[in-house]
């Protein structure tokens, strides 16, 4: 078979062979591209450690600054509020500056705020949050554009994932890290510390671009030969989808950041565990996502996503239903609902995939999906938090989650079962 040559656009835009003793341009781009991924990854880190880093803690903080049930629950909700809200100044600032340096906008607004969280009252520490909302919002939405363009459309689902996976890694570091740290340097030291993790990011982001040629703008997008057809299923999707999936992607996010937020304190007054140990059974919620990350989609290539769903869908419910029925057996409730709560996340986004048949309508797609979504999951906290405090126990809030998690697999079911249909559809 004939090997096929690089071309390279003259200035008046015609096209030429590449000669036969070019450097092979793969070849060329594979260490930056090594170096760019290695650095997404870790950059990752610290696009949800910070926010999940107050929850085993809260007990010392609301005491310190003197905050009811309700109001803790901002702290974690403002961040997921600005996911919603912030993402179009996000989107402006990324089309402004362009995608590395809105990493670097990115890094330095996570470590502003996390040290503006840490060094006052009330008021900067709800400050700190919103900033630090706001630095992650940049970073949810210009990551998926660097993978794209940096990463060979073969390795992209790999790297979505690892990145994926990266993610609930920085929440298990810091949810399982900062009660200790607490216990030694106390509350303010303890969250202040993470801001590492948005120096290391820097760095290997500045060894990955400094001096370097800049990121691509578009790079040619050839599918290989193990690539997946560009969407067909797009071509037949109900025009309900894209909403009804926005839906099931808020009741899943709900769920996990209303339980991310009070699941410590939820295991020490239902079990009597001591902060430091209900912060490792948060861990556990956290640290399993990755198998759900990394896993769900090597069962996706053997079976259709709504069998897949089905699955992960029963490990999540099984989670606050175990929790309310067996509570003393939380380590495998956690584990269930972090895997699966892991790879849900990963199924939503390859259904916006294949509903999507051009980068336009995907980018619409993702936006109202994650926009809408993320404004449902800023209730999570606050309606988990607010329930407690109207009852003064956690079967109440648990069955509020019962209930978001039905609503998600309903809901992302039907979009999975519409896209199986519109692919057989496509194939006729």
Excluded: K
């Amino acid at each position: 078979m004939a090997a096929r040559g690089t071309t390279e656009s003259s200035a008046g835009g015609t096209a030429r062979a590449a000669t036969s003793g070019a450097p092979d341009r793969a070849a060329l781009a594979a260490p930056r591209t090594t170096l760019v991924v290695a650095a997404v990854l870790v950059v990752a880190l610290s696009l949800r450690g910070p926010i999940v880093a107050v929850a085993p803690v809260l007990g010392r903080l609301t005491e310190d600054l003197g905050l009811d049930p309700a109001a803790a629950g901002l702290l974690t909700t403002i961040p997921v509020v600005c996911f919603a809200v912030a993402a179009p100044l996000a989107s402006a600032l990324i089309a402004r500056v362009g995608p590395a340096a809105a990493v670097w906008w990115c890094l330095a607004g996570v470590t502003a705020g996390t040290v503006l969280r840490a060094s006052g009252g009330t008021e900067l520490v709800l400050a700190g949050t919103a900033v630090i909302g706001t630095a992650i919002t940049v970073g949810n939405i210009v990551v998926p554009v660097i993978i794209r363009r940096s990463v060979p459309p073969s390795r992209s689902g790999t790297v979505t994932g690892a990145y994926t996976a990266a993610l609930n890694v920085g929440s298990m570091l810091t949810s399982l890290g900062t009660e200790p740290l607490a216990q030694l340097l106390g509350w303010r030291a303890a969250t202040t510390s993470w801001a590492v993790l948005a120096v290391l990011g820097a760095l290997l982001w500045g060894a990955a671009t400094v001096r370097r040629a800049p990121l691509p703008v578009d790079p040619p997008r050839e599918r290989g030969a193990g690539d997946e057809p560009a969407a067909p299923a797009a071509l037949h999707r109900p025009a309900w989808a894209p909403a009804v999936l926005t839906v099931g992607f808020g009741a899943q996010a709900f769920s996990y950041y209303g339980l991310t937020a009070w699941l410590p304190t939820l295991l020490a007054d239902r079990l009597g565990q001591s902060p430091a140990a209900a912060g490792a059974a948060s861990s556990v919620f956290q640290v399993l996502a990755v198998v759900g990350a990394l896993g769900v989609p090597a069962l996706l290539q053997r079976t259709a996503p709504d069998r897949v769903l089905a699955l992960v869908g029963a490990c999540w419910v099984a989670f606050p239903v175990g929790l309310l029925l067996a509570p003393q057996g939380w380590l495998l409730w956690a584990a269930l609902g972090g895997a699966a709560q892991g790879g849900v996340f990963t199924i939503v986004f390859v259904l916006v995939v294949r509903l999507s048949g051009d980068d336009r309508q995907a980018r619409r797609t993702s936006a109202l999906v994650q926009g809408g979504g993320y404004a449902l999951a800023s209730l999570g906290p606050l309606a988990l938090g607010a329930v407690h405090d109207a009852t003064g126990a956690w079967t109440a809030p648990l069955l509020v989650v019962v209930g978001a998690l039905v609503v998600l697999v309903l809901g992302v079911g039907a979009v999975a079962v519409s896209s199986g249909r519109a692919a057989r559809a496509s194939a006729l």
